[in-house]
């Protein structure tokens, strides 16, 4: 009972306390697979954020170690992941040159940051911000990484010299360079890219071929970029091919992750306070929406706001252990979930098997052409790139079809934090443009039941003196004008009106711009002679208009029902079917 309050904020204490031994065999064979998976992905990742190798091995070691202590998820598998690596290299190389110990510093300081927002939003119970990102901005904005993540990494399969931010600034730097070209760096990097692809949707077949069942041959398929790794490596060192211009990984330190302290610079933190924002919010949502799924498939829960603590703590100890910022990631997640991860615990045997990685294996990896990793990261972003929700967004809704537009035009155009922070800002202009339009219905009786519907879908049965408007969305101040305007219209149109009735079963809350604009209409058409009614309203819009002086004002009444309204109204006209 003590240690109730406790396990809110660490749930450590709710499931190690029935840890037993079949979770831990679990948990070892998923962290065993997980970390061979995860060393080339590590490396890969810090190559893209502009960093030595090794802050990518870094950032996967304390951070998991971190979740697993304060995160909800028991399958989540937390450290660096491609679109915020991006981020990351984006927001830092504005500010510090890449191989520079202040580049280091800064996204040492980046992570910093971003661990303190995740870890405020989830102490004050904020997770529920990230739903202003609509899913297609999120999926247009991801769509738009993939393409920028996967041109950013031509320049190691050519073997040149090139930069840029934008999908302009990378091709044109390409095209300056293409003299520069080394034809054993395109060979190695597009047979690397090209067996990656097979690996994808021809592994597994073959595995399944050879007798492996289904789950081991998904686990072995997923694990294909290992076999890259180790045969570039191999052909590189055999050939001696680092002497003919291919870039290696060279020298990697082998130690264990360092103590390091970002920076608190008031000019650095200033520059990196809104790219360590945007980084939380992409963050928190990919790897929500992540754990979220794997939970289901358990029929487990996770908590948004805890899993916000997780990721702020891990963040943190990205930044004070030579990392870079982290989330949750997909691939290994789903990797770590298939190869039965039991509990969080998975990650903490992941982190170990990464800390002796990065103690005794390091060697191995010297003649690792970056090549090899620019092809590991090809592979894995262009599964995200998913231009079908242009079309599906442009089906189902205009307003969302030109948002996800914006967000990916101006990624591409305008870089990454450009396109994060318009999905953002468009994501809640949709939201309250949907909202400040809420839809209404003028209803009728359907004949010969208590039912009431549109007049315009069904046949139904309607009093000349009585308009009966139901109001399909909450009211609150960028809709409350737009319902004195439909009412005004409706209520023209019917000359014989001596009753309104709003019908309320959808509103769930009421501001006081919505209450100031009731109190118009009722004196509106008090003065035109005609009463105000309202109907079905929920228990805590009741108890909001009862704070006020609105009902003493009301000139109608309150009905429990529209069949009661009607019933009330219908003795002074006679019905007509429409």
């Known amino acids: 009972m003590t240690l109730a309050p406790l396990a809110r904020y660490l749930p450590i204490l ?7 031994r079949s979770q831990f065999a679990g948990d070892m064979i998923a962290a065993v697979i997980v970390t061979i998976m995860l060393i080339p992905q590590s490396l890969a990742y810090a190559l893209l954020a502009g960093l030595p190798p090794e802050a990518g091995i870094y950032a996967s070691i304390a951070p998991i170690v971190l979740y697993a202590v304060f995160g909800t998820s028991r399958a989540l598998a937390v450290g660096p992941v491609a679109v915020v690596s991006l981020m990351t290299a984006a927001a830092v190389g504005n500010i510090a040159e890449s191989g520079t110990a202040g580049y280091v510093t800064a996204a040492l300081t980046l992570a910093f940051l971003s661990g303190l927002m995740l870890l405020a939003l989830g102490l004050f119970r904020l997770g529920f911000l990230a739903n202003f990102l609509s899913h297609p901005v999120i999926a247009g904005f991801i769509t738009a990484s993939g393409i920028l993540i996967a041109a950013s990494q031509l320049r190691h399969i050519l073997g040149v010299e090139a930069e840029g931010h934008t999908l302009v600034e990378i091709f044109m730097s390409l095209g300056t360079h293409l003299r520069d070209v080394n034809p054993t760096t395109v060979i190695l990097g597009v047979s690397a890219t090209a067996f990656l692809f097979w690996v994808r949707g021809g592994l597994k077949p073959l595995l399944r071929r050879v007798g492996l069942g289904p789950r081991l041959a998904d686990i072995g398929a997923k694990l294909g970029p290992v076999l890259a790794i180790v045969g570039t490596t191999l052909i590189v060192w055999g050939f001696d091919l680092q002497e003919r211009g291919v870039a290696i990984v060279g020298e990697v330190p082998q130690s264990l992750p360092p103590l390091t302290l970002p920076s608190f610079s008031p000019d650095l933190l200033s520059q990196l306070i809104v790219p360590a924002l945007l980084i939380s919010i992409i963050g928190f949502v990919e790897s929500i929406s992540v754990a979220q799924t794997l939970a289901a498939k358990k029929r487990q829960r996770i908590d948004p706001d805890q899993e916000l603590i997780g990721l702020g703590s891990a963040n943190l100890g990205a930044a004070f252990t030579g990392g870079f910022p982290v989330t949750g990631g997909f691939s290994r997640s789903v990797v770590n979930f298939d190869a039965g991860a039991e509990t969080p615990a998975a990650g903490a045997f992941t ?46 809704s205009h307003a969302d079809f030109a948002a996800v537009t914006v967000t990916i035009l101006l990624t591409l155009a305008l870089g990454v934090e450009a396109g994060v922070s318009a999905g953002v800002i468009t994501s809640i202009i949709v939201h309250l443009y949907k909202t400040s339009r809420p839809h209404m219905a003028v209803v009728g009786r359907v004949p010969g039941t208590e039912h009431f519907r549109n007049v315009l879908r069904h046949e139904v049965e309607v009093q000349p003196h009585v308009l009966s408007l139901r109001i399909d969305e909450s009211l609150y101040f960028p809709n409350a004008r737009f319902l004195e305007d439909q009412l005004s219209r409706y209520a023209a149109d019917k000359r014989e009106l001596t009753d309104v009735v709003l019908m309320f079963p959808a509103v769930n809350e009421i501001d006081l711009s919505a209450l100031e604009s009731l109190e118009a209409i009722n004196a509106r058409l008090k003065e035109a002679g005609i009463r105000l009614h309202l109907s079905e309203v929920k228990g ?33 006209a006679p019905r007509q079917t429409m």
Do not use: N
Not at 14 to 20: A, K, N
Not at 547 to 570: N, R, Y
């Open 351 to 396: 982190a170990i098997g990464l800390a002796l990685a990065a103690v005794f294996l390091t060697p191995l990896i010297y003649f690792l052409p970056k090549a090899t990793l620019a092809a590991t990261i090809i592979v894995a972003v262009l599964s995200l790139v998913d231009f079908s929700i242009l079309k599906r967004a442009c089906h189902f």
């Open 540 to 572: 805590p819009v009741m108890d909001r208009l009862k704070g006020s002086h609105f009902l003493e004002e009301l000139t109608g009444e309150i009905f429990l029902s529209q069949h009661e309204a009607a019933s009330k109204l219908d003795g002074c």
């Open 14 to 20: 709710d499931w190690g306390r029935g840890y037993d």
